[in-house]
């Protein structure tokens, strides 16, 4: 895997093992539609995912947004100075993710979908090869990701789900709570994890 920049220009909290895994899955499932990720922020996760599709011709839909997560906000632990508006008093991730997408030479294969994870899937109908959710980490934020795009990856397509924690003394339980309601409901199958990177496979 040769990725178009160097990746640790880029902000963001994903450990190189889990993009080698995400790019690695991205190529297993570009010959079965899309792919959408949940939560681009500026571009870390898209560089492996887009790079993957621009391999494969195929397009990565990368939904955020980019007013940061609860933990991204003033005062929180995650705040970032540098992506806060401060005309807007908000976070904005938009202009450095646009940056990443340009440095990396993705822009004809990632179309960016700013806004909320329910009002983009309102009315979606395309079906997708893999879905990546790496949005918010409250309950409310997750299980709305899950429900909202988990029905809409084809079979054999691939469910990943970041920032995994079974002990809830290293890290917030949501992700981890949709990650077994995916295994449970009987319509995937876990594959092999990478660090806190949960994977399963559509069934069916």
């Excluded at 440095?103 to 990546?132: I, K, Q």
Aim: hydrophobic residues 40%; proline residues 5%.
């Amino acid at each position: 895997m040769r990725l178009p920049v160097d990746i640790e220009t880029v902000k963001g909290f994903l450990h190189p093992d889990e993009g080698q895994r995400l790019y690695e899955l991205a190529c297993a499932s570009a010959a079965l539609g899309p792919c959408l990720e949940v939560g681009s922020y500026c571009g870390k996760s898209s560089v492996y995912l887009g790079s993957a599709c621009k391999r494969h011709d195929q397009v990565l839909f990368a939904l955020d947004h980019h007013r940061g997560s609860e933990e991204h906000q003033l005062g929180e632990e995650y705040h970032d100075p540098d992506l806060f508006d401060a005309e807007a008093l908000k976070m904005d991730s938009f202009r450095e993710f646009r940056r990443t997408l340009a440095n990396a030479e993705l822009e004809d294969n990632v179309v960016p979908l700013v806004a909320t994870s329910a009002l983009a899937g309102r009315n979606w109908s395309t079906p997708l090869g893999m879905v990546f959710i790496d949005g918010g980490h409250s309950r409310e934020a997750a299980l709305t990701d899950y429900r909202t795009w988990a029905a809409h990856i084809v079979s054999g397509g691939i469910l990943a789900i970041h920032d995994i924690f079974p002990d809830p003394a290293e890290g917030g339980q949501a992700p981890y709570e949709i990650y077994q309601l995916a295994s449970a409901s009987g319509l995937f199958e876990p594959l092999e994890s990478s660090r806190t990177l949960g994977v399963l496979r559509r069934l069916g």
